[in-house]
C-alpha cells in the first residue's frame, strides 16, 4: 500500500481489518467503510468540509453530559434511530407499533397505584388515561410493567429541568388482572427538541423545524411477551406530518377526548406479540 | 410520513432537507443520509449495536481537547482523511505529492536560519536534512517557508510532553536564493499513534497495529505557488506497507543516509505547481 490514490485507498482499509477476530465486527466496519468513502467520493469531499465535519463530530460529543446526548438526537434527527427502530420492531400484524426511545427516559421512576396522579405537579390540563394491555390473540395480559413519560405544558421534561428534585410526569404502573391500566396525568403537548447543540445548528441552517407532535411515552413488560418501547400521539397536532424525529405511525394516533367536566381522557390499548412471535 | 417504515423512512429524511437554503450543504446531507441509512440496512444494525455506536462517537468526542484531536485520528486509521488528501491533491504529474496532515501541527513554531539545528534538545540520532524548492519548470523558488516537525526517539512530538514548556524537533525556515534549504536535525523514528482513547480501543478489537512508518513533516508555502502539504518517509522502515493512517507514496520515500561521521543525511527536493494548474 504505497501508492494509494482516491480510487485505491477503500480496498487497502478494508485490507487493514482483514483479521478482525468477531465476525460481526468485521462486517459492519467494512460496511461502514464502505459507505464512508462512497459518501466522500459522492460528493467529492474538500479539506475544509471534511474539517468542518470534524468540528461538528467534536462539538456534539462535547456536548453530551450525563444528562444530555447529541449523538442521540443528531441520529434521531437524521432518521437513523427510527430507522434502525423499524428494522428490529418489525411486529407481527395486529401489535402495537414500536417508535423511538427518545433521551428521557429514566430507570428510576416512582411507582403508582392504579388510577394515582402520575403528573406529581407538572403543568398542564388534566387528563385521565385509559387502555388495556393484551396479547396478539386478545388475551389480557395482567401486572404487565407500565413505563409513562411526558413533557408537561412547557414542552420540557422533568429532567430538563435543573434542581427540580423529584419526578414529574413519569411513572411505573401495574396492569390488574383484566389487563387494564388507568392513571391521571397531563395533556400532551407539542414540545421542541433541544437546539441550543448543534443539532440546532443543523436545523437552522437546513431551515427545520424541532417540533415534536404531542405524545405520551410507553414502555410495556409482561413475561413471555416482547418488551414495547412506543408512544401514542395525539390526533390533529399540527406536527404530526413533519415530527423531528420521524417517530410517527398512523396507528399510534389516538384521540384525547375533552370531556364535559373540562378534564380530558385517551384509551389506548396495548397488543404484544408473545417471545418469538414474528 | 404517518407510516414510516424501513423502506420509506429514508425519502422521508430527504425531503425533511429540501428547504436547505445551501446548495453543497443540501448536497452533502443528502448524500450523508443516504448511505449512513444504506449502511444501517446493509447490516440490518441491531439496536444494541446502534447504541454502542453512539457510546462509542460520545467517547471520541469527550476525548478531544485543545491538544488532542480523536476524531481527526479515526478518521485517519479509516482512511478518510488519506482519501479526502488523495481527492484534493490530485497533484500535476512531476509535482510532489501530498499526504495527511496529523495532529502534530502547530501555527507557532520557532524561526531558524538556514543550517540551524530544529531538534532543540529533542531525543534522538543527528541527521543534516538538505534539498530544494523548485517549480514544475525546474525554477528553482527562493524565499518559500518551509515548516518541518517531527516525533523524537522516543516516538513522541513535542506537544505530547506535558509541562515541556518550549518547541523540539519543529521549525520554520527559508529557502535561500537557489531555492535551497537545509537543517540540522535527529533521525525519524517509526512511532505509535495515541492507544489511550477510542482509536485504540477499535485499532486492539480489529488487530491492527498503531504504527507509523518513520517520517518527517513538510508544509511548503511560497507565493504564486500551490501550498504543499506532506511527508518524506523514511526507506525501507518496516511499517512502511502497513501505514496505521494509510499515508505512504511511493514517491515520498527517501533514504536517511548513514556517514562516516555517524550523522544521517536525507536529501529530497520539493516540486510545486504553481496556482491554477492542474
Avoid at 446526548?69 to 411486529?91: C, H, P, R, Y
Wanted: glycine fraction near 8%.
Amino acid at each position: 500500500m504505497r501508492n494509494l490514490n482516491q480510487h485505491n485507498i477503500t480496498e487497502a482499509v478494508l485490507a487493514s481489518f482483514a483479521n478482525t477476530p468477531d465476525p460481526r465486527l468485521k462486517e459492519i466496519i467494512s460496511s461502514l467503510i464502505k459507505h464512508l468513502h462512497n459518501f466522500a467520493r459522492d460528493v467529492k469531499l474538500t479539506e475544509d468540509e471534511w474539517f468542518k465535519g470534524i468540528q461538528y463530530l467534536t462539538a456534539t460529543g462535547h456536548k453530551c453530559t450525563g444528562t444530555r446526548q447529541e449523538f442521540i438526537l443528531l441520529s434521531d434527527v437524521l432518521g437513523l434511530s427510527m430507522l434502525t427502530i423499524a428494522m428490529n420492531q418489525d411486529k407481527p400484524a395486529g401489535c402495537t407499533e414500536a417508535t423511538v426511545f427518545g433521551p428521557f427516559f429514566l430507570e428510576e421512576a416512582p411507582k403508582f397505584e392504579l388510577g394515582s396522579d402520575v403528573s406529581n405537579g407538572a403543568k398542564g390540563a388534566p387528563c385521565w388515561v385509559e387502555g388495556r394491555i393484551l396479547g396478539l390473540d386478545g388475551e389480557p395480559i395482567p401486572n404487565a410493567t407500565i413505563n409513562v413519560w411526558q413533557a408537561d405544558d412547557d414542552g420540557l421534561y422533568d429532567v430538563q429541568y435543573e434542581d427540580l428534585g423529584h419526578s414529574q410526569a413519569r411513572g411505573i404502573l401495574k396492569s390488574n388482572s383484566e389487563g387494564r391500566y388507568y392513571f391521571r396525568t397531563i395533556v400532551a403537548e407539542p414540545y421542541p427538541i433541544p437546539t441550543d447543540g448543534p443539532v440546532g445548528v443543523l436545523l437552522n441552517a437546513t431551515k427545520r423545524h424541532p417540533w415534536r407532535p404531542a405524545h405520551l411515552h410507553f414502555m410495556v413488560e409482561a413475561p413471555g411477551y416482547q418488551r414495547l418501547i412506543t408512544h401514542v400521539f395525539r390526533d390533529k397536532d399540527g406536527y404530526l406530518d413533519s415530527d423531528a424525529v420521524f417517530g410517527v405511525r398512523q396507528s399510534l394516533i389516538a384521540d384525547w377526548v375533552l370531556q364535559a367536566d373540562g378534564t380530558y381522557r385517551m384509551d389506548y390499548d396495548f397488543i404484544l406479540p408473545k417471545i418469538g412471535v414474528k
